[in-house]
């Protein structure tokens, strides 16, 4: 029997829609888009910040869930990007400090077993970094795409992203790797203000400008919120203005990161990760382990996910967000904690005839993570995740070697400053902040938030905090007699810790 005319274009219509003749493929699932900012503190509105413009970040949020807390293990830009990109403490990862310049540290080579750009890509997905990269080797931290972009400017650098987000021709899921360098310091000084010691720009552009696409947001230094660590002064106040400036030009970029999934009909499709490096940009917050430097904003809208607009009380940390999202795309193998398709760094040095002879683990091979996946607390948010974490702070500059270790459950902090008998080092762009200046050129008593400013840079050997009853580190219970047992108790718990996680400075408990 012959087939009719109309029966035969039915059969050719069905197949060439099944090949995707007819212009429409379906996008990828499970599409990973992780945005990390550059020393911003969760000062948002979805974290109860009534000054911050960021109406896109808490649209997210209100779609998906807020972790309230959320810590950095390290307030310092290489070494806390390289825990985020590996699920290893940079203790133990070997990226102690700086990567750029001079200060040229840089990660083992045998990390790329763990890596999460390769262990993405070994999972199926295409790969793409954009903006801040500021870790090493780049070998280990590969990604298949580097996309070019205005690091200043997010709305830009969305666009600079967008062929890539809904490129069709390539089947796999994308993970697109976003670094924004604001709100971090730098662009000079405010020539606009009337203070004596200026402001700096945090990345705006001078005389008021605007950054191209960006309806840029201007505060008014006397609206601001001047967090407990700082002094409430006319120098903060007109920092932390340029710095609330900073973080709104970030929203509007992930703003128009939404738009771009929406119109290609990836929205529903993609888990979406907004984090910072570590706390804000102030003495007090960045390079320190105090709470404004290690806390950090944790937005995570999972698609695939019932629950919206919810919180999460659960620990957690920059060290699990490899495994997280390894296990989101299917690659987290439960019983070792690392990939179920592990790259083997010796026949990968061979192939690449490099690093053959170096020291490329530190003596201890890289199998597993030592953060863990949270994807649990998405599907149940009164869930627990870490009991306590870990905090691991040695260099951020070169010349800054001052090492400090942090133990942190929900009742109980102990800072370790194991350099205590030095004074405390600045980072540049912290020393010649205006916040910072306007307090020390007034003398060792005069007040610096909470301390003062002899007390900052002249720390104890250990600072105990009740974290519940004094969230602002005010009242440090080492040097109270009364806390003895309680003291040791943490002390305890910090030594095994630093010998379940591979800390070299162990050993500082018992030499010199």
Same mark, same amino acid.
């Given at each position: ?21 007819? $212009? ?259 003495? $007090? ?228």
């Amino acid at each position: 029997m012959r087939t009719s005319k109309t029966n035969r274009f039915l059969i050719i219509l069905i197949f060439l829609t099944c090949l995707g003749w007819l $212009g429409h493929v379906d996008a990828a699932e499970r599409n990973v888009l992780f945005i990390i900012t550059d020393d911003e503190s969760p000062t948002l509105g979805c974290y109860g910040d009534t000054v911050a413009a960021s109406p896109s970040i808490d649209a997210i949020a209100a779609d998906g869930l807020i972790f309230r807390n959320a810590f950095a293990t390290t307030a310092s830009c290489s070494a806390s990007r390289s825990v985020v990109m590996s699920g290893v403490h940079n203790h133990r990862n070997g990226q102690f400090g700086h990567q750029h310049h001079y200060h040229k540290f840089s990660s083992f080579h045998d990390v790329v077993t763990l890596s999460l750009p390769r262990v993405m890509a070994r999972a199926g997905y295409r790969t793409a970094q954009i903006g801040k990269y500021h870790v090493a080797p780049e070998k280990v931290y590969h990604y298949d795409t580097y996309l070019k972009g205005d690091t200043r400017n997010a709305v830009t650098m969305a666009e600079a992203s967008r062929e890539f987000l809904t490129d069709k021709d390539d089947p796999r899921p994308f993970f697109l790797y976003f670094a924004t360098s604001d709100p971090h310091r730098g662009g000079g000084v405010d020539k606009r203000s009337t203070s004596e010691l200026k402001p700096d720009l945090f990345g705006n552009k001078p005389e008021r400008k605007s950054h191209e696409s960006v309806n840029e947001v201007f505060f008014d230094p006397d609206d601001v919120i001047v967090p407990a660590f700082l002094p409430d002064t006319r120098e903060t106040r007109e920092e932390l203005a340029q710095y609330y400036q900073s973080c709104a030009r970030i929203d509007q970029g992930v703003g128009r990161l939404i738009e771009i999934l929406k119109e290609a009909d990836l929205y529903d499709k993609t888990l979406i990760v907004f984090t910072s490096d570590h706390g804000m940009a102030f003495s $007090g917050g960045k390079t320190t382990v105090y709470e404004a430097g290690l806390r950090v904003p944790m937005v995570v809208r999972d698609p695939y996910q019932t629950e919206r607009g919810v919180e999460s009380n659960a620990l957690i940390s920059h060290v699990d967000i490899t495994p997280t999202l390894l296990d989101y795309a299917g690659g987290l193998n439960d019983k070792t904690n690392g990939p179920t398709n592990p790259l083997k760094p010796g026949t990968f040095w061979m192939e690449e005839d490099e690093a053959v002879r170096d020291n490329r683990n530190g003596g201890m091979p890289f199998t597993n993570y030592q953060g863990k996946s949270w994807l649990h607390c998405l599907a149940n948010p009164t869930e627990k995740h870490h009991d306590t974490i870990f905090a691991s702070h040695t260099f951020h500059e070169i010349q800054m070697y001052y090492p400090m270790r942090v133990v942190r459950d929900d009742h109980y902090k102990l800072i370790w400053n194991i350099a205590h008998p030095l004074p405390y080092p600045f980072a540049s762009d912290l020393w010649v902040a205006s916040s910072w200046q306007a307090q020390f050129q007034k003398g060792p008593d005069a007040p610096y938030g909470n301390k003062t400013v002899d007390t900052y840079i002249h720390r104890p050997a250990f600072e105990l905090y009740d974290i519940q009853a004094d969230p602002n580190e005010m009242t440090n219970l080492a040097e109270s007699t009364g806390h003895a047992d309680l003291l040791k108790k943490y002390q305890d718990k910090m030594k095994a810790m630093q010998k379940d996680l591979q800390d070299p400075w162990l050993i500082k408990w018992t030499y010199e």
